[in-house]
C-alpha cells in the first residue's frame, strides 16, 4: 500500500520543521524536498512528507489475524535505499549551513565586545548643580517685566520678588484692575529710578504709590469755582443711580457748598422718576423743574441764570442708541448753554458692572467731552479695581462716589490716596468717616 504524501510549501527549512511537527506530529518522514525557481510569494521550498503510522488521519487498517494455514512462498524484492535518507541528508546539509552563518555573526559580536573591554572607560562629565525652583509667575507679570528685571533682579531674591509679584498680581486682578494696567505698575516699579534698594517690601509701596500717582481725581461739585452758573449733566445707563446722586450732590452743595442750587428733570419718560426727584427737591428746599423739549429746557436755564450750580438728570439710555425720537438729545443741552452756562457731563457707572464694560461704555460718550465719573453702588461691589482701570483707559477723573441709598450721607469725593486704600484693602467709606470729612470741608 502506497503511503499519502503532503507537500509543504515554505521559504525555509526552519519554518517547514515546524509546520510540520505541529500538524503531523514528531513520527513524520520528510521524503523529498526541492526548490521552485519561480516562486513569487518567496515560498521556493516544497518539502514532501509521508505521516508517521500512529497518524490518526493516515493510519493503516487493523491487520488481519495470522492464519492457521501455511502462507504461500513469497518472492522477496530487491532492497532499493530508502528515498526518506536523501531528503534527510538535504536537510541536515540546509541546517550545517544556517549554523555556520550563525556561529560566524557570533563571533564578530564577541570580538566586538572584547575590543570595547580593552578601551578605557570615558570619565562621565560631572552632573550640573540643581536650579534652585522658581516660583510659578503669571505669564503677563512677567511679560512684562522682563526688560526692567534684568537690572535688578538678583537670583537670592527670587523666591521673595516671585512670591510678591505674584501676590500683587493675584489681588489687583481680583480687584477688577485690567490685566494691561497691572502690567504697566509692575514694569514701572522694576524701571523706575528709586533712592533705596528695590526689595520685595519695597515693590509692593512703589506700585501703590504709583497707583495713587496715576488716579486722578477732581474736586466735588460742591467745591467748584465758575464765573457762570455751572450746568452739570448727569448721565448713564438706565439703573445707575442718577437720579439719587443728584439729590446727594444737590443736598451737599447747598448744605457744605453754601451754593444755590436748581435741578432739572429730563427724565420725565420713567414712572414715578420726576416725583422721586421732586421729593428731594423739596426735602433740600432747592427748585426744580421738569422739561422735555428743547425750548423748555431753555426756558428753565433762564428761570436758573443767577444760580450757582444747576444740576441735570437725564433718561437713562444706552449710549449706542440713536437720539430719541422724543425728549432731549445729549446735544440740545449744548445748544441751550451756549456762551451763558458753564456745561459739563456727568458720567455715572455702577461699581457692579464689569470693568470692561465700564470702559467701553464710557468710550462710547467721548463725543460729549466728559468732565469726569462717579461710580456708585460701592457698597454692592468688592471689585472697586474697576474705578482705578476706567480712569486709566479713559483718563478721566474720579470726581464722586457713591456708596448706600442713604441721602446725603453715602456720597463722599476721596481723594487718590483713599480710593487706592479701598482698591487695596477692600474697604469702602462708612457713613461716620464720610460725616467727618464733610464736616471739615464745611468750615
Known amino acids: 500500500m502506497t503511503l499519502p504524501l503532503r507537500k509543504y510549501r515554505v521559504k525555509d527549512v526552519r519554518e517547514g520543521l515546524r509546520q510540520i511537527k505541529r500538524e503531523l506530529g514528531e513520527d513524520a518522514v520528510i521524503v523529498s524536498t526541492s526548490r521552485l525557481p519561480h516562486a513569487e510569494d518567496g515560498r521556493n521550498l516544497e518539502i514532501a512528507v509521508a505521516p508517521s503510522d500512529s497518524s490518526s488521519e493516515f493510519a493503516h487498517p487493523p491487520m488481519p489475524h495470522a492464519q492457521t494455514q501455511a502462507q504461500a512462498p513469497v518472492t522477496q524484492a530487491p532492497i532499493e535505499e530508502d528515498p526518506s535518507k536523501a531528503a534527510l541528508v538535504a536537510l541536515v546539509e540546509d541546517l550545517a549551513k544556517q549554523i555556520r552563518s550563525l556561529s560566524s555573526e557570533v563571533r564578530h559580536l564577541r570580538i566586538r565586545e572584547e575590543m570595547r573591554a580593552e578601551q578605557p572607560a570615558p ?241 462710547s460718550y467721548a463725543r460729549l467731552q466728559p468732565a469726569s465719573l462717579v461710580f456708585t453702588k460701592l457698597d454692592e461691589s468688592r471689585r472697586l479695581g474697576s474705578i482705578l482701570s476706567t480712569s486709566f483707559a479713559t483718563e478721566l477723573p474720579v470726581s464722586h462716589v457713591c456708596y448706600g441709598p442713604r441721602v446725603p450721607e453715602d456720597i463722599a469725593s476721596p481723594d487718590s490716596q483713599e480710593l487706592v486704600d479701598w482698591i487695596m484693602l477692600g474697604e469702602r467709606p462708612g457713613s461716620e468717616s464720610a460725616g467727618e470729612k464733610l464736616e471739615v470741608q464745611g468750615r
Not at 527670587?158 to 504697566?184: C, K, M, P, W
Not at 460742591?222 to 452758573?229: A, Q
Not at 422721586?276 to 429746557?297: H, M
Open 123 to 363: 570619565t562621565p562629565a560631572p552632573a550640573p548643580a540643581p536650579r534652585p525652583e522658581k516660583p510659578e509667575l503669571p505669564y503677563h507679570a512677567l511679560e512684562s517685566i522682563r526688560l526692567g528685571i534684568k537690572r535688578i533682579y538678583q537670583p537670592q531674591h527670587t523666591d521673595n520678588f516671585g512670591q510678591t509679584i505674584a501676590a500683587i498680581y493675584e489681588a489687583l486682578s481680583y480687584r477688577g484692575v485690567l490685566e494691561g494696567h497691572i502690567e504697566e505698575l509692575i514694569a514701572w516699579a522694576f524701571n523706575a529710578d528709586v533712592e533705596w534698594e528695590l526689595s520685595p517690601g519695597v515693590l509692593h509701596d512703589v506700585i501703590e504709590q504709583q497707583m495713587i500717582d496715576r488716579l486722578e481725581t477732581t474736586p466735588p461739585l460742591w467745591e467748584t469755582k465758575s464765573d457762570k452758573p455751572e450746568v452739570a449733566v448727569f448721565v448713564g445707563p438706565t439703573g445707575v443711580g442718577k437720579t439719587t446722586t443728584i439729590a446727594k450732590v444737590a443736598a451737599h452743595a447747598k448744605l457744605v457748598g453754601n451754593k444755590r442750587v436748581g435741578i432739572i428733570c429730563a427724565d420725565t419718560f420713567r414712572i414715578g422718576g420726576l416725583y422721586q426727584l421732586e421729593t428731594y427737591a423739596d426735602l433740600v428746599g432747592v427748585p426744580i423743574f421738569a422739561v422735555s423739549a428743547p425750548a423748555e429746557l431753555r426756558l428753565a436755564l433762564t428761570r436758573l441764570s443767577d444760580f450757582d450750580l444747576i444740576l441735570v438728570d437725564t433718561m437713562g439710555r444706552s449710549p449706542w442708541a440713536p437720539a430719541p425720537s422724543q425728549g432731549l438729545a445729549y446735544e440740545d443741552f449744548a445748544r441751550a448753554c451756549r456762551d451763558d452756562f458753564a456745561l459739563r457731563f456727568e458720567i455715572c457707572m455702577s461699581a457692579t458692572r464689569t470693568t470692561a464694560d465700564m470702559v467701553e461704555t464710557v468710550r
